[in-house]
């Protein structure tokens, strides 16, 4: 299985201000014959269930706020929070699917206020 | 609107068989690229995908639960059954199915889950 490590396992940041959230897979996610990296982001809320905001690690699912943003390439990627509204707390996946069907998941990110 | 409902026993025994059903709306399942996953959450822990089953009735699982784990799927109802056998405490957990999305093996519509507790 292709291992997804998270960093860090909590983070809290102001409203307002830029929150990174690292992901990195133990071995690279990124398919050569599309370019394409099989890494997606989820956001789950208490009592929620996980809400897809991005996958092929930077397209943002239809009706995520653009002030979510994915990037990297191979195994480290970064998921972005421009500006940090109080709506985000939350604790945020990667998951992989290169390996499909055998996915993986992160050990998840918990984002709080600061 | 596509809309997945996780219906099942919220309580089993340990060496008992689990049985959860998806019944869900929106999309068919018998169209090209379509799938249904179902992933648990252990309380407070993270994401862990269970299985999955496509349109065309090709069926994964995870590895290291394969033997325990059955998926199948009624088109004509809209639902798709998860069966594991042999639960145990440490399958403790919030079940999920989940619609997959066409092309990439992503879940871009939840159901709300159901907490499973095994215990005797």
């Known amino acids: 299985d292709i291992v997804m490590t998270q960093s860090p396992d909590s983070l809290a940041v102001s409203l307002g201000e830029r929150a990174t959230i690292n992901c990195k897979s133990s071995q690279s996610v990124l398919y050569r014959s599309n370019n394409k990296n099989y890494l997606a982001w989820y956001q789950q809320k208490p009592g929620q269930p996980p809400k897809l905001l991005i996958y092929?690690?930077?397209t943002r699912e239809s009706g995520v706020p653009d002030r979510f943003s994915g990037s990297g390439s191979g195994t480290d990627f970064t998921l972005t929070i421009s500006s940090l509204q109080a709506g985000d707390v939350a604790v945020y996946y990667c998951?992989?699917?290169?390996?499909?069907?055998?996915?993986?998941f992160g050990q998840g990110t918990r984002l709080e206020i600061k | 609107q596509i809309t997945l409902k996780e219906s099942g026993p919220t309580l089993v025994k340990p060496t008992q068989t689990l049985t959860l059903t998806c019944t869900f709306s929106?999309?068919?399942?018998?169209?090209?690229?379509?799938?249904v996953g179902w992933i648990r959450q252990p309380p407070g822990k993270a994401l862990e995908w269970l299985a999955l089953i496509y349109w065309d009735d090709d069926k994964r699982y995870t590895p290291s639960l394969k033997s325990r784990l059955t998926i199948t799927k009624d088109t004509s109802k809209n639902q798709v059954v998860l069966t594991m056998t042999n639960m145990d405490p440490v399958d403790t957990a919030t079940y999920y199915c989940?619609?997959?999305?066409?092309?990439?093996?992503?879940?871009?519509?939840w159901g709300q889950g159901t907490l499973v507790t095994v215990s005797s």
């Open positions: 989940a619609h997959r999305v066409v092309g990439a093996t992503v879940f871009n519509y």
């Open positions: 092929w690690a930077s």
């Open positions: 929106g999309f068919s399942l018998s169209t090209s690229g379509v799938g």
């Open positions: 998951q992989q699917y290169y390996s499909t069907p055998s996915i993986t």
